[in-house]
Every structure is written in C-alpha cells, then in structure tokens.
C-alpha cells in the first residue's frame, strides 16, 4: 500500500500562476481549483488508492503569535484565497479526504499524516506530495519520500542530504540558521547555505555546536563571527527552529484506512457544477466504477 498526502496549499498556488483563469457565470475564479482538481483526479487514475489532501484554511496559524514577522495572507490576491473553500469542498463532495487547517498549517498536517501512515505496517511507502523543504523533515530512508509530482522527482533521505548536506532531523536546525524568505524569518547573520551545512553535518542540532570555534571539529570560513553571532543569537535561533519544526500533533487521521478512496459523493455534481466541472464528477464516477479499483 502507497499512501499519498497531498499539499492542496501548494498545488492551488502552482495551478494559479500555471493555467489560464476561468471565470464562472457569477463571476467567481475557479481556474485553480479546477486544474487542482484534475490533478488529484489523475493520481486516482494512475492507481493511487489512500490520497489525503492538506488545505491552509487560513493562511495564519500559531507561528503568528510566536514570530510577528511570519507569513501572513497579505500580498496573496484575493481570487486566488477565494478558491480554496472551493478546492475544499470539491475535493471532499469527490470523496477525497481533506485536512482544512486553521490553528495549524498544511504543512503540519502533513506531517501529522506521514507520522501515523509511516507507523502502518501495512503501508509500504509514503509520498509526501510537494517538493516543499519544510516536509524534508519529515523523510525517512526510503519508507517516507517527498515527490515533486511537476517534475516526476523522488526525493528519499539520501537526496535530502545530497540536498541540503544535513539528514532529516537536523532540517529545521537548517532552516533556523539560513533563513526561510517563504515564511518571514530571516535566519542568522553571516549564516549561510554551505556554513550551516557543513557545521550540522556535525553537531545536528543547535543546543550541540560549540560556543568557540576553535571547539568546532569541522572548518568553516567565518567560523569566529558566525560562533559568536551563534552565542549572541541562540534563543533567537531555537525560536527560528520552532517555526521550521512541524508540528505531528495535527488534527488528521487515526488510521490509514481514513485515506482509502472510495469514490465520489452524491454531493459531486453540485459541488463540480460550482466550478463548471461537470466533467470531473463523471471523471471520478468513471474511476470509481473502474475493474481495478
């Protein structure tokens, strides 16, 4: 069994800026969603049977409160966050579980899936669907991969590090030294892609890098500016850590079974009608009555 966890933040933000718009009747932007969709639709069709699909419901979530400067929905247009009620309810009126995040992020719930899919016995692999560094974290060997559906990649640990130059666990360490513009923190001083690498490969973690450099085992350009920005800005470092660190406890699944697809609601048509979709709920009736499924 293959599970496959979507990032539908990711996806409606790809779709948006990819396909042409399409306007409803009452003049509502559906062009994203619908392409989103299809998209998912197609997975079912290429056989993937346990899809769950994680929405930001709103673009804020308790980093808000941790860090002013966090990502915010501001800047984002507004025809685009109009669409993801719309991918919502398409998606679940389709049959597709789907995880709509408030308190948490997409992201988050992600991560909370993969933990209690990757704990399945049952389940042989699973695919974290987005080529976001944040789920990084979250892979482990080749049991947890994260694939970049546009560009039919595979990312497995060993890609991570080849990557990055730092294992799975030591991903938020990374981000909380380099920055991440994408989500408004801006990481240390001086610190950089290489630096960062190459100091974690060793330490792992923030806590275990030494205060003076001349303790470091590894050598590093800078190595005195960066230990002593490092010493000044550790709290603000472990703060950084937190935001880049997923959160498992997010509402998903109690099960894998809760992924298994099942086939459309008789919600569908409406639902497909609002974006002019018709054509997708005969799509997932056809998938649905298909001699493989």
């Known amino acids: ?30 062009g994203a969603v619908r392409a989103t969709v299809g998209s998912v639709l197609s997975m079912l069709g290429d056989g993937a049977t346990h899809v769950g699909v994680a929405t930001d419901h709103v673009i804020e979530s308790f980093r808000n409160e941790l860090w002013a400067g ?51 016995p049952e389940v042989d692999q699973v695919r974290i669907c987005t080529p976001d560094k944040d789920l990084a974290q979250c892979v482990q060997g080749d049991r947890v991969v994260q694939l970049d559906r546009r560009r039919n990649v595979v990312i497995d640990e060993s890609g991570v590090v080849d990557k990055y130059g730092v294992a799975p666990t030591s991903i938020p360490d990374y981000l909380a030294l380099v920055g991440d513009s994408a989500d408004g923190f801006p990481g240390l001083p001086g610190w950089g ?23 470091w085992d590894v050598r590093v350009r800078g190595s005195a ?17 937190r935001l880049a660190t997923l959160d498992r406890s997010a509402p998903t699944i109690d099960a894998v079974e809760e992924c298994r697809w099942q086939g459309p609601t008789d919600r569908a048509d409406a639902a497909c009608e609002r974006i002019d979709g018709s054509r997708l709920a005969d799509e997932a009736r056809r998938l649905a009555s298909s001699p493989d499924r």
Request: glycine residues 6%; charged residues 25%; hydrophobic residues 50%.
């Open 1 to 30: 069994m293959i599970v496959h966890l979507v990032d539908g933040t990711y996806e409606l933000f790809r779709h948006y800026f990819a396909v042409p718009s399409h306007m409803t009747a009452d003049g509502r932007e559906v």
């Open 70 to 120: 966090y990502k915010t929905g501001d800047g984002v247009p507004a025809d685009l966050l109009g669409q993801f009620p719309l991918l919502e309810e398409s998606l679940e009126a389709l049959g597709v579980v789907v995880w709509p995040m408030d308190r948490f992020e997409a992201d988050d719930a992600l991560a909370s899936a993969a933990a209690v899919a990757a704990a399945d």
């Open 193 to 215: 892609a290489k630096s960062a690498a190459t100091v974690l490969a060793r330490y792992h973690h923030i806590e275990a890098i030494p205060d003076e450099p001349g303790e």
């Open 225 to 241: 500016k960066l230990a002593a920005t490092l010493v000044e800005q550790r709290q603000q470092a472990l703060l950084f850590r």
